[in-house]
């Protein structure tokens, strides 16, 4: 059931208003970490924090343009110290098809169905950023070993929805899954939204009003307790679909928007230009559902920018800028591809994909984040590769190549994922095959890389484990792209709290 009720909210930017606000209650009985009549997930974000150590992680990994015929496939990666099989892929599941372009995940439910005992989190989500596709793998009957469940064809997506190009996928305290896409079938740019059935994962319809999607489309993070979705914007399919061409930059066919959303209207309600902010790629919301603001990865200008609700709308503000963010290239950026936010709300982590390191910042203050870790792990200017570093705001000298176990990391950290405790940060090198292949042509050759960095959670801090690397350059196959990871049981960038 659901109860509506009006709410006044006081912080520093001003009061604010919630008028309606559909909550979903239950009753819910605690011992200790462990509850009756609960749904997947966890009550609170910090109650997931004391979740249980991950064991496995499923990843995707992807073989378009690496010259390799052959199906992407989902990887489980065993990340358990106490296993005779640390650090190894325990189980590849191919996809049926050819070039999919696997990229993102999700689940058919998460902690936003916590109070709903009747749901299960079975079904993970492999929407296919080319193929327009979407996998629903069973990990629920043998978690160490998934099968395929259902295959949603792009016809059925085109026909019911005029979208394409999916990418991002959240469960929703409906029971229902939203999938976000880039595009229409013909490639051009449409930021839509393809609502899917949770039991039997049928196309449904698009969750926004007819001809009401955003010019473009990529990632999205929903608040309810303030009635509002965030939408970010890449490019159209066929701008980026075969590579980066810096003269699209120039004419400006690349996103430098935010769309904020009505959650219960299901339409636009306001659009935030972004100063310096070329490609905002992840949307993070805090994960405490009180919060009234989040941050946005922003790939091409390099900075962090952080949205908040100011007298009932959404304002937005640079707060962590990166060395050469004039013109891409001109200098060269960092190239911000991905963020993460701890689940206690404390740190944020971003990876440079380009220049090579990840970023630890306090955000206790989260108008003022504070540098607290920074790792060099791969990327573009290290010593002996592609750049040559003229001038440097940050650095004294170039960083040195890395090589764990004996192997020279390949590529720049791009796809994070932090443990529940905060305490590990596993990192993947790929970020879309189309761009590995002209940035890092040494990815394509040699595979992508899953390593492992251990956090310091009191006062900050980074530090490579020496001892754990998983070499996708080694696969059956042939060398593969491994790209995002998830933990079975959830984590910080798929679940939210209504």
């Keep these: 059931q659901g109860r509506s009720r009006d709410r006044t909210w006081a912080s520093r930017e001003g009061a604010l208003t919630l008028q309606g606000v559909t909550e979903p209650t239950c009753l819910i009985v605690f011992t200790a970490t462990k509850c009756e009549k609960c749904g997947p997930g966890y009550p609170t974000p910090l109650e997931a924090m004391k979740g249980p150590r991950e064991e496995i992680i499923y990843l995707p990994c992807i073989y378009r343009n690496t010259g390799i015929e052959a199906p992407d496939y989902l990887a489980t ?11 190894q892929v325990i189980h590849r599941l191919p996809m049926p098809n050819l070039k999919d372009e696997l990229h993102h995940s999700g689940w058919n439910t998460c902690s936003s169905c916590f109070g709903d005992s009747t749901k299960s989190r ?11 596709r979407i996998y629903v793998v069973d990990v629920g009957s043998e978690p160490r070993a998934p099968k395929l469940h259902k295959v949603i064809e792009a016809e059925d997506i ?3 929805c005029d979208l394409g190009y999916v990418h991002t996928s959240h469960c929703l305290a409906s029971g229902e899954v939203m999938v976000s896409s880039l595009g229409d079938p013909k490639g051009n ?8 059935d949770g039991e039997t994962f049928e196309v449904k319809g698009t969750w926004e009003r007819p001809g009401g999607a955003a010019p473009m489309g990529y990632d999205f993070w929903y608040q309810p307790r303030h009635n509002v979705m965030i939408s970010s914007e ?8 075969d590579g980066f061409n810096p003269a699209d930059v120039e004419a400006g066919l690349y996103g430098s928007h935010l769309h904020v959303w009505d959650w219960q209207r299901h339409e636009i309600v306001q659009t935030l230009p972004l100063q310096d902010g070329l490609i905002p790629l992840e949307v993070r919301f805090l994960h405490n559902p009180d919060a009234a603001q989040g941050f946005v990865g922003c790939a091409l200008s390099s900075t962090i920018q952080r949205f908040y609700k100011n007298q009932g709308t959404l304002g937005v503000r640079r707060l962590i800028p990166g060395p050469g963010e004039q013109k891409f290239l001109q200098p060269l950026n960092g190239l911000i591809t991905d963020i993460l936010l701890s689940l206690d709300d404390r740190f944020l982590y971003f990876s440079n994909w380009l220049h090579g390191d990840l970023r630890q910042y306090d955000i206790s203050d989260p108008q003022r984040p504070r540098l607290t870790g920074q790792l060099f792990l791969g990327g573009s200017i290290v010593k002996g590769g592609p750049v040559q570093v003229l001038e440097d705001q940050e650095l004294k000298s170039q960083p040195e190549p890395l090589v764990v176990k004996g192997k020279r990391v390949p590529g720049g950290p791009q796809m994070i994922q932090l443990s529940l405790d905060g305490k590990r940060l596993y990192v993947t090198t790929s970020l879309y095959s189309a761009w590995d292949k002209q940035f890092y042509p040494d990815l394509i050759r040699e595979g992508s890389v899953m390593l492992q960095i251990d956090v310091d959670t009191v006062k900050g801090g980074l530090k490579l484990n020496p001892n754990f690397l998983v070499d996708f350059g080694k696969e059956p196959l042939g060398p593969a792209l491994a790209h995002e990871l998830r933990y079975p049981g959830g984590d910080c960038s798929s679940d939210i709290w209504v």
């Excluded at 990666?77 to 650090?87: A, L, M």
């Excluded at 740019?189 to 899917?196: A, I, Y």
């Design 189 to 196: 740019g449409k930021g839509g939204f393809v609502l899917l």
């Design 77 to 87: 990666v065993d990340v358990d110290p106490k296993s005779p099989h640390y650090c």
């Design 234 to 241: 890449w490019a159209a399919p066929n701008v980026f679909r």
């Design 158 to 160: 085109h026909a019911k």
């Design 122 to 132: 079975t079904k993970l989500m492999l929407p296919c950023l080319m193929s327009s």
